[in-house]
């Protein structure tokens, strides 16, 4: 297994939730104020230079829409999980309706014996 830098983990969650939030609209400061932390604390959270709290990181997730498989991706090297992980991409392209049909269909395949 390679190991993973304390410096790659910042870059990369920050590079996320940076392009998470854009999409979204928010500014840093909006972010602040939505997480209870200072303008500073995101502005080096995003630019990877400073790691993030368990805590934080959840609350931003929840607020923006972030799955843990996006927050992770980067790190995943165990072939099974990087299927899953392509899978949950797929699904996060298609519309709720379309989520809806595919969710059934794995209700009937997981119900044929």
Request: proline share 1%; aromatic share 8%; glycine share 6%.
């Amino acid at each position: 297994m390679n190991s993973v830098s304390k410096n790659d983990i910042n870059t990369s969650f920050g590079k996320v939730l940076k392009d998470f939030r854009v999409k979204k609209g928010y500014t840093q400061e909006t972010m602040a104020e939505h997480l209870g932390i200072s303008l500073k604390y995101i502005s080096r959270i995003e630019n990877g230079y400073s790691g993030i709290k368990t805590r934080t990181l959840i609350n931003y997730m929840n607020i923006l829409g972030i799955s843990p498989n996006t927050i992770f991706k980067d790190f995943i090297t165990n072939k099974d999980i990087e299927k899953q992980v392509k899978m949950s991409e797929k699904l996060n392209q298609l519309s709720e309706g379309k989520v809806n049909f595919v969710d059934n269909i794995i209700d009937l395949l997981n119900d044929v014996k």
